[in-house]
């Protein structure tokens, strides 16, 4: 049997680099093309990857290639239009997350995955990530019972990322941190625990009073099912930069589990819930074996569905359904009411 050779593009090399490592590891794929707007910074790409075509622009590159697969990892204002020249181009496009920065984008985002017949999949990497793939076992498997408490919390310091990549901070094309970063916590939140009816919000920029939106934030969210919710994201937490980790708690019917370790009352039976801390209830998480980095399992999960013609996961609507609760969040923080995402 011959596998056709899929030719995949970059465009966007800072984060990109993972996509790019991860497409050269990839037996069934050809790295054609790299694009970036940096000149310096492609030339040094296209000296490590001599076999790929270098572009300083995407429409350019679209003209000059056929491409199979394009990957979408430029600062995120961009990621709706120049996904969407991607598709119309004929390629299936990965997004980096957040999807898009508006409500309008996704829409249009979408819309233009459906006319083209290509596939849209935003690259929510922690879905793919052994810790928070191992979490989501013990949930399918049950053994929290029902989760009517979800609380995620990513205590980061962007300090240095600030310095080295401006953009980040820019008052153009300002982000606030619960959908610049949260936008992680809240979609793990989401596939944990349940889709976002409603959210309220709160935030401060006491850390950084230039930073153009909140870079101290919290979404609080009831969830379909009826659990809630709560993630915060935080930009300055001096804890964040030795312990960079996003941290997960969730409390279900019939357990509780924060980050690596686990109560559940099946491991347990026949003893009252009660009685069950005399018997030392907390155990480790199973872990789940996964060699390669959550980057190269996204592109390799993108790049299966392709070739079994089923839609990737998580797909454009959900990358959407991410945004439209971190853009509840924001509109909360900023009129005081609970707001319900839009919907997709
Ligand atoms: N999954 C994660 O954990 C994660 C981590 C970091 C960043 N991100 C996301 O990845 C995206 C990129 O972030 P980054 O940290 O790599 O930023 P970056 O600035 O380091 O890299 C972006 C690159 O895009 C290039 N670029 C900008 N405009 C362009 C254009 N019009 N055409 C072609 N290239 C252009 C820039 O020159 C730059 O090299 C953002 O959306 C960010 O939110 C995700």
């Known amino acids: 049997m011959v596998t056709k050779i899929l030719r995949a593009a970059v465009v966007g090399l800072g984060l990109g680099r993972h996509h790019v490592e991860a497409y050269t590891a990839h037996p069934a794929v050809d790295l054609a093309a790299l694009c970036d707007a940096n000149a310096e910074r492609l030339a040094r790409f296209l000296g490590q990857y001599p076999g790929a075509r270098g572009y300083a622009n995407l429409e350019e590159m679209l003209s000059a290639e056929r491409l199979d697969l394009v990957s979408i990892m430029t600062p995120d204002w961009l990621h709706a239009d120049q996904g969407i020249q991607a598709l119309r181009a004929g390629a299936h496009v990965v997004s980096t997350k957040p999807l898009t920065t508006t409500i309008e984008d996704a829409r249009r985002f979408i819309a233009a995955a459906d006319v083209a017949g290509r596939y849209l999949m935003v690259a929510h990497e922690r879905r793919f990530h052994p810790r928070y793939r191992a979490m989501k076992r013990v949930l399918d498997d049950g053994l929290l019972g029902k989760v009517f408490y979800a609380e995620l919390d990513y205590f980061t310091h962007k300090g240095r990322q600030f310095d080295a990549t401006p953009w980040y901070k820019s008052a153009e094309n300002p982000r606030d941190a619960i959908l610049g970063t949260g936008a992680h916590a809240v979609d793990l939140l989401r596939w944990f625990a349940g889709e976002v009816e409603e959210a309220w919000g709160a935030g401060n920029h006491l850390a950084y009073p230039e930073f153009p939106g909140d870079d101290c934030q919290i979404g609080v969210f009831k969830l379909a099912g009826g659990a809630i919710g709560k993630v915060t994201q935080t930009y300055a937490s001096v804890r964040g930069a030795c312990e960079p980790d996003l941290r997960v708690v969730l409390h279900g019917t019939k357990g509780s ?40 399992a996204t592109i390799n999960h993108f790049i299966d569905s392709l070739a079994q013609g089923r839609p990737p996961q998580p797909d454009g609507r959900e990358g959407a359904r991410t945004v439209a609760a971190c853009l509840a969040v924001v509109e909360s923080s900023r009129t005081g009411k609970s707001v319900r995402p839009a919907p997709f």
């Open 257 to 296: 589990m924060e980050d690596e370790k686990l109560i559940s009352i099946d491991f347990f039976e026949g003893v009252p819930v009660t009685e069950v801390a005399e018997r030392r209830p907390w155990r480790a998480v199973p872990p789940v074996q996964q060699e390669e980095s959550s980057h190269r």
